[in-house]
Every structure is written in structure tokens, then in C-alpha cells.
């Protein structure tokens, strides 16, 4: 007899609230392996260009704008984290990656790492049948010491939503929003989800 699979990230950052999710989000947060195709809207005032050049330079976002990007998700687990590659291919061929880690935290956070040394801590929440990610800190590692910034002041306050077309698709709309400059980025998109991906079985979550 096969034995549960393992719960994801997401689900047990959720917990119970998990199952609320509409089944097409579960489909999209499920354990193993998975792989997407979409196109995302890419922007951002032109103020933020050189700022987001310089944060390509550390592996955080993409510095170009453009709509409807054919984007590319692939996620594999790595022992306990999470491995997430997002490949954009604009109109003229040129490729940007975008790659981070999730780490599970005890108290249900989730850190994503777009570089070893930085982070940032996520509070993910379920909305309906939606699910709402907010940016809560950065996070810099350095070997055993972190050290914990506001994120809302340094890059902008983190938010993203996703929620479900059908029963293949789903939206999600990242967007990093300053106190006083307003939004200062902005990718969106719909995304069909892996057909591989289903509603496996998923042991207890428990934090």
C-alpha cells in the first residue's frame, strides 16, 4: 500500500485552511515536481530601472518591462526546500531568470531565498477560495546570524494573490508597493497548471 504524500510547503504553512483553497491552487501548491506554462505582464515606472538592474545583480526579479512575457515555472522539492526556476522569454528572444529557494519556518512562514544570504519572509493566508501571500521582512543570512529589515520600507510592501480561473488555470499578481512612492513593481499572469499536478492524498498538517 502507498503512503501518504508528504504534505507541501504550502500546505503546511496553511494548515487545516489548506483544503479550503479552491482545487486548482492545491493542484498549483502540491508536493513533488512541478511544471507550468503562462505569459505575465512585467511593470514597473522607469525610476526603478537602474534599482532593479542592480537587484538582478543579487538574483531578485527581472529589470524588464513588457506584456505578456511566455513564461516557463519549473519547482522541484530538494531535501526539505523548495526549488522554484521561472524562465521569461520576451518578444525578442531574450531569456531572464528568476530562481529562489522556499524554506519552511516554525511558525508557518515561509522564506523565500533568491540568493543564499537573502530572503524574505512571507505570511501566506486563505482568502475564500483564494490565497494571499504578504511580504512580512528581509531577511540577510550571514552562516548562523540573520538579520531581519523592512521590507516595506527598503523594496516596498510584498503582495500577491492568486486565485483560480477554472479548473486548469489560475491568475497570480505580484506586486511591491512603497509607502511614499506607490507601486514600484508589478508581474501578473495566468498560468495553466502541470496535469500531472493533482489533489493527492496529504498527510495531517500539524505545526
Not at 90 to 119: H, I
Amino acid at each position: 500500500m502507498n503512503s501518504p504524500t508528504p504534505p507541501s510547503l504550502m500546505a503546511q504553512a496553511l494548515g487545516e485552511d489548506w483544503w479550503r483553497l479552491h482545487p486548482t491552487l492545491r493542484a498549483h501548491h502540491s508536493a513533488g515536481t512541478l511544471n507550468e506554462i503562462g505569459a505575465m505582464d512585467v511593470e514597473f515606472p522607469r525610476f526603478m530601472s537602474p534599482i532593479l538592474w542592480l537587484l538582478r545583480g543579487v538574483g531578485a526579479l527581472v529589470h524588464r518591462a513588457q506584456p505578456l512575457v511566455h513564461t516557463q515555472v519549473h519547482r522541484h522539492m530538494v531535501g526539505n526546500n523548495l526549488q522554484w526556476h521561472r524562465t521569461l522569454t520576451y518578444a525578442d528572444s531574450q531569456v531572464l531568470q528568476f530562481n529562489s529557494t522556499w524554506v519552511l519556518e516554525n511558525d508557518g512562514r515561509l522564506l523565500e531565498y533568491v540568493n543564499p544570504w537573502l530572503g524574505l519572509e512571507m505570511a501566506p493566508k486563505v482568502l475564500g477560495q483564494r490565497l494571499q501571500v504578504q511580504g512580512v521582512r528581509l531577511h540577510i543570512r550571514l552562516g548562523r546570524w540573520r538579520l531581519a529589515l523592512s521590507e516595506r520600507w527598503l523594496l516596498g510592501h510584498t503582495l500577491i494573490d492568486e486565485y483560480a480561473i477554472d479548473d486548469r488555470h489560475y491568475a497570480m499578481d505580484f506586486r511591491l508597493v512603497h509607502p511614499w512612492f506607490g507601486q514600484v513593481f508589478r508581474y501578473a499572469g495566468r498560468f495553466q497548471v502541470d496535469p500531472s499536478a493533482g489533489n493527492q492524498s496529504v498527510a495531517h498538517v500539524d505545526h
